[in-house]
């Protein structure tokens, strides 16, 4: 009932930029915190960024002064900006968003499929 599409990963070379999008869609009542994570193999599935309804965000320390996470509420699109990327950053990158679905009384955490971003020269 409720779908988070990510897009806009890739490869690109050590200092390039990508910009990912998530869009989430469905039968959506409200959405709540939206935030990207990544999982590069052999490792856990961590937190890059998350930002709140309200605009408030965070971001991992690895991450900071190079990344930006913005949203259209009105759109229901959340945005990951990376400059300066590093080999490191290497990981399948994941849109997560907690949303109420219209007729539901909470709100749950929904994932998309991921998005694959390869820094490497």
């Known amino acids: 009932q409720v779908q988070l599409v990510e897009s806009g990963g890739g490869l690109v070379q050590p200092g390039g930029s990508l910009r990912l999008s998530c869009a989430a869609s469905g039968n959506i009542f409200s959405i709540y915190g939206m935030g990207w994570y990544r999982q590069a193999p052999g490792k856990q599935r961590e937190l890059v960024a998350a930002i709140t309804s309200g605009g408030s965000t965070n971001a991992a320390d690895s991450v900071k002064g190079r990344i930006t996470i913005s949203r259209d509420n009105a759109k229901n699109m959340v945005y990951l900006q990376m400059n300066s990327l590093k080999p490191e950053d290497t990981a399948v990158y994941y849109c997560?968003?907690?949303?109420?679905?219209?007729?539901?009384?909470?709100?749950?955490?929904?994932w998309g499929q991921g998005t694959q971003v390869t820094v490497s020269s």
């Open positions: 997560n968003a907690e949303v109420r679905p219209t007729g539901w009384g909470h709100a749950d955490d929904y």
